[in-house]
């Protein structure tokens, strides 16, 4: 996926991490909230195997998203679809977070906004995998 800053985000680039994929847009609610303890969670664990990567789904221009992205500081890549790509359907609700573990499955998926102690316990079990 093309990232915000003009780089690719490719999720093979991360196998042997945690990953941690976060749909979220400028216009949800749950998204501003849940939003900071992403933001805590990856400088904590980003060093110890996590990766996250937000998934903007905002239609339009992206200047929405980069003043966002610079309001929270956000220090995780944010990655933008492509229109009509896989993401836009099958999405219970926004934001939708994806956990995947080192070998690239599919181990939870979150819809709605998640307290950073709960996506913690979460990605904790699965760095600890071997």
């Known amino acids: ?12 680039d991360h196998r042997g991490q945690v990953v941690l994929v976060n749909y979220w847009a400028t216009w949800c609610g749950p998204c501003w909230e849940e ?3 992403l933001i805590r969670l990856s400088k904590k664990l980003g060093p110890k195997g996590l990766a996250i990567v937000g998934v903007a789904i905002d239609e339009g221009s992206s200047a929405k998203v980069k003043k966002f992205v610079d309001e929270f500081h956000v220090p995780y890549p944010i990655a933008l679809p492509v229109r009509m790509s896989q993401i836009e359907f099958g999405m219970a609700g ?18 709605g906004a ?14 600890g995998e071997q």
Do not use: C, I, N, S
């Not at 996926?1 to 093979?12: E, F, K, P, V, Y």
């Not at 956990?99 to 998926?109: I, Y």
């Open 1 to 12: 996926m093309a990232q915000l800053d003009g780089g690719t985000w490719r999720m093979g």
């Open 35 to 37: 939003t900071p303890g």
């Open 94 to 111: 926004v934001p939708t977070t994806v956990l995947v573990d080192k070998h690239g499955r599919v181990a939870k998926t979150y819809v």
């Open 114 to 127: 998640v307290r950073q102690a709960d996506f913690a316990e979460d990605v904790g079990v699965l760095l």
